[in-house]
């Protein structure tokens, strides 16, 4: 029978600490909570009632319910007072030597029925528990920060945990209102072995200089609906936090891409440790705010080029991010032009804009006369030539090589010097497209993220032949028409790709090695991270198929052994298992 918690130990109250302490208060349960001195009680308590008076301020706790909280909470410095717990929450500071000693206490003082848990983000629960007589009832559990708000508690059961002591805990989690999600002993546990290989990757691009820090932060917000951009995160997280969980995982993965970026080492060295220090990847107004000082608004190339005058669009392709890109630049006063193969397809591309359209009028996002003109501005073709009047031609045909190096060779002969040639490749070299025409210079990538309609990113993509004033001028069509511009260099991912799919990929090592199952991983991703998606959940989204392209494609720029493409995705897409569009993937549909 599951065990109710009325009362329950928590030794140390710091960040996470206080913030468990909150969380156990909240759900009417007695907290014990012991810390080292009366200043670090102090600090503690402090600690709370900040939190709980921001929670009252905010209409998210009554002053009756706080008031109550703090009667529950029985806090001092004397360990002992935890002995009559039959829950014990170990939340010292994240050194092992620290944690082992207190877990040594705990063993000495408590009755062996007490389960003890540990809380910790990256260190050997079984190595912790060993060093105590009770190695069957110590659990790991890794709370999240801010714990009164994020909504994940990681349970790690090493391979002698007792299953009754695992039910307990997980029971008590769900009790106070958090989702648990079991995790075997390893570095990282399920979340941050996923999320620092991804963070850590953020940082190895700034390094490289390949993309500004606000770019990389904007790419990820907009383009994959992340909460927080990744260098930002890191900043809230704390960078030597980062650091220490980073070259723990990379300690027992010896996976280069866990390995922590010099670049990280170095402002951990340097004392800027994010925002508990006022300063990291961002400048802060001060310790511990959120408001940063130094933000680069203005995205933009540096090169200064004057933008190209663009009247009249052209874009070829009748697919969905085809359809998409027409009605964007039809919306914001653009001309359109759009290339089908065929009739039939000229007819779907505007019975989409059309269906799209009406339902921009039914949301009361487009007037019906913006959607008049909007149609008026579009015209289809099936003649390649028709082009040859256009200021920009944006081509979103299959993502194939050969395809579109033989459409822009076709496109050079057409469209008169001057005019602008884009590529929406995602993983594609753009020089490759270029190098197929006898003017290079006017050749850009233009990384439209589907549907264009609703995602606000465009990835600009010059090559090392763009002309500046190309450049300048795909930042200012993406810009009229509404969206957000980044640049990044020509290789393969660009910025978004290049984060995400790997981050995809170990996801499904993490399952194809028995770690966690698929759902157990996406809730992780999705409660821990905020992320509006678990990892196979977009995979099956975005196509397995896909998904294999690009980790492929990165693969083979990279020559990165931790990129290579996952045994599991490979047999997958060998199956014909693609995801949604084939109703089965890594789940059936």
Known sequence: MVQDFTRVGVVGLGTMGAGITEVLARAGIDVVGVELNGETLARGLRHVRHSTDRAVSRGKLTEADRDALFTRIHAGTDLSAVADCRLVIEAVPERIEDKRAVLAELDALCPSGTIIATNTSSLSVTELATGTSRSSRVVGTHWFNPAPIMGLVEIVRTVVTDATALEDVEALVTKVGKTAVIAADRAGFIVNALLFGYLNSAVRMLEAHYATREDIDAAMRLGCAHPMGPLALLDLIGLDSAYEILDSIYHTSRDHLHAPAPMLKQLVTAGMLGRKTGRGFYTYAAPDASE???????????????????????????????????????????????????EEKIAAVRKKLERSLDKGVEKGKISSDDRAAALARVRGTTDLSALAGCDLVIEAVVEDLAVKRALFAALDAVVPPGAVLATTTSSLPVIECAAATARPQDVVGMHWF????????????????????VTATAFEVARAAGKHPVLCGDRAGFIVNALLFPYLNDAVKMLEAHYADVETIDTAMKVGCGHPMGPFGLADVVGLDVTLAIQRALYLDFREPGYAPAPLLEHLVRAGYLGRKTRRGFRVY
């Open 292 to 342: 940063i000082v130094d933000a680069v608004t203005a995205a933009g190339p540096a090169t200064g080029g004057q933008a190209r005058p663009v009247r009249t669009t052209g874009v070829i392709g009748s697919g969905t991010m085809a359809a998409g890109i027409v009605e964007v630049c039809a919306r914001y006063g653009y001309d359109v032009v759009f290339h089908a193969r065929g």
């Open 450 to 469: 589907n549907p264009a309609q609703v995602m606000r990113l465009v990835e600009i993509v010059p090559t090392v032949l763009t002309a500046d004033d």
